[in-house]
């Protein structure tokens, strides 16, 4: 069973900065590509930011820039530097890891059986 934990959502003001974690096992660390993704109520599931297992990430075009995804390797943990936060960014964030290896699919590709999915975490940003 693979866990994903989230944690550091929140509420704060347009212009505003919050990190997100998402601790996992070494192997999932490790091995598979991971990724965040949002969703809003009534909303389709979206791509944010994702790394490959060597490292490489990519971003949807609306927060390039301004998001940053990065893994500490000591602690396992996943993040999301979201920086420059506005309200159209409110959302229920998810991460994710790939079922199937570590080179990540289309930053569009969120597919629910292909990933394995955290509880998600609120993010909430005020005008």
């Known amino acids: 069973q693979v866990q994903l934990v989230e944690s550091g959502g929140g509420s704060v003001q347009a212009g505003g900065s919050l990190r997100l974690s998402c601790a996992t096992s070494a192997y999932v660390y490790s091995s598979a590509c991971m990724g965040w993704f949002r969703q809003a109520p009534g909303k389709e599931r979206e791509g944010v930011a994702q790394?490959?297992?060597?490292?490489?990430?990519r971003y949807t075009d609306s927060v390039k820039g301004r998001f940053t995804i990065s893994k500490d390797n000591a602690k396992n943990t996943l993040y999301l530097q979201m920086n420059t936060l506005a309200p159209e960014d409110t959302n229920m964030y998810y991460c994710?890891?790939?079922?199937?290896?570590?080179?990540?699919?289309?930053?569009?590709?969120?597919?629910?059986?292909?990933?394995?999915w955290g509880q998600g975490t609120q993010v909430t940003v005020s005008s």
């Open positions: 994710a890891a790939y079922r199937y290896g570590g080179m990540c699919p289309h930053i569009e590709f969120a597919t629910y059986n292909y990933w394995y």
């Open positions: 790394i490959d297992s060597d490292g490489s990430t």
